[in-house]
């Protein structure tokens, strides 16, 4: 079945609907297709070894559930021949993202000390003169601007290259190298992307030698120099796994950000009534965030594997299934979000599947949303009549969904809107 057929009608096979999401109109807007998958349940076979998750109950308990992991060197060499000549695929395979416990548990617990409740808390001041400074170019501008390339990328960037020690002045380098390495999280991925990610994987390999070598000589209070330390000061972190990690944390840390600002302000662009709320009431911003998260997932999957048998969705899953955890529309599932294509901060217990669970949850989930937090009532407050000015450009990505271009209006006065009160016996969005 061509995805063209399959788009305009219902689709009895569950390889069908797969087939579609995997083609470019299904990657710019997978929402349709998990429908049409989770018609079959919440668990589907795909294939002979092959499953999709669209359940939030099944997806949050797969996550956690110790019996699945990442594909590790033994499966890629089965399902992915000749992998080890990849500077893509080898710089991901050597990082915490695609590494099992006990591997895995080493290199988090390393890294976990940027991460820390108080520092994290500690970084909302500089993220709200970051994006005060942002706004100031926006507004000095003569015409629209490209919100992404304007504040979107560059706010995560510069937080994320202060926690890591990254001078300033380089910080224009990775959003390429960054945009070409991520093409190997893909489901699917052609030799010609592959190329374009190897190049930037060995781009950002190159950059962080540099780095490293340089904390050496002069150590600094950054994570560079703490994870160096940790390296030089036996065996808990072989040369690979540094560098692996530094690229993961360096382009884990703003991706997934970046796609959460320019996705949640279209979300909140389309929704003055919400918009012009958060404007009056920042304090409800952490619930806002948590329901801009699931609406439009910055991260619409992952994957695992299993090393036994186990039952899900009425489905059984024997060993070494390969089973694909479609966050986005876990985060839309009917039995867990009444009415889930409606954007609604209002809604109780927002628990988005957006950063993962169990023991792959993302380290940096608090500062991205942190920053979501600080930048979108400032954006509103001071942007009351910003709008966008264009079409708006998607990536043509399933997994790290987000926009290209995002092309917005720069304004100072605010339309006109009706802004909702609390309904009536509840409390609202809990801070």
Not at 69 to 77: F, N, P, S
Not at 124 to 139: F, G, I, K, S, T
Not at 339 to 356: E, K, M, V, Y
Request: aromatic share 6%.
């Amino acid at each position: 079945m061509k995805a063209s057929d399959a788009w305009g009608g219902g689709i009895v096979d569950p390889t069908d609907a797969l087939a579609l999401l995997m083609s470019p109109e299904g990657r710019l807007d997978p929402y349709p297709t998990y429908e049409r998958l989770r018609a079959h349940g919440p668990v589907v076979q795909a294939g002979p070894v092959f499953y999709v998750v669209t359940g939030y109950a099944e997806a949050d308990a797969i996550l956690r559930d110790a019996r699945f992991g990442v594909m590790d060197d033994a499966l890629r060499d089965q399902f992915m021949p000749g992998w080890r000549e990849s500077p893509a695929v080898l710089s991901i395979s050597r990082s915490m993202l695609r590494t099992n416990p006990p591997d895995h548990s080493r290199m988090r617990r390393l890294a976990a000390g940027a991460f820390t409740p108080r520092r994290i808390a500690a970084m909302r001041d500089v993220v709200r003169a970051q994006a005060d400074e942002l706004v100031d170019a926006m507004l000095a501008a003569d015409g629209p601007v490209d919100f992404m390339a304007a504040f979107a990328y560059p706010l995560p960037v510069g937080v994320i290259c202060a926690l890591l020690g990254v001078p300033a002045a380089d910080r224009p380098l990775f959003r390429r190298w960054a945009t070409d390495l991520t093409g190997v999280l893909e489901p699917e991925i052609t030799a010609d992307e592959l190329a374009v990610a190897d190049r930037g994987a060995a781009e950002l390999r190159s950059y962080f030698t540099e780095l490293v070598a340089a904390r050496r000589r002069a150590p600094a209070d950054d994570l560079t120099t703490a994870l160096v330390q940790a390296h030089d000061g036996g065996d808990r972190l072989s040369g690979d796994e540094l560098l692996a990690n530094l690229i993961v944390l360096l382009v884990a840390g703003f991706e997934t950000t970046t796609n959460l600002l320019g996705n949640g302000l279209v979300a909140l662009l389309d929704h003055p009534d919400a918009a012009a709320a958060l404007r009056e009431r920042p304090d409800l911003a952490p619930a806002y965030v948590d329901e801009l998260l699931r609406y439009d997932s910055p991260v619409q999957l992952t994957s695992r594997m299993s090393t036994a048998p186990s039952r899900y969705g009425d489905v059984d899953l024997p060993p070494e299934s390969w089973v694909i955890v479609l966050l986005g529309a876990a985060n839309r599932d009917p039995r867990r979000y009444p009415d889930p294509a409606r954007f609604d901060p209002w809604r109780a217990q927002i628990t988005p599947l957006s950063f993962g669970a169990g023991p792959h949850y993302c380290l940096g989930a608090a500062l991205a949303r942190l920053e979501a937090q600080v930048a979108f009532p400032l954006l509103l407050r001071r942007l009351p009549g910003l709008a966008v000015a264009g079409r708006p450009e998607r990536r043509v990505r399933l997994t790290l969904r987000g926009h290209a271009t995002l092309p917005v209006r720069v304004g100072r006065e605010a339309a006109p809107v009706t802004v909702p009160g609390t309904p009536p016996g509840a409390a609202g969005p809990t801070p």
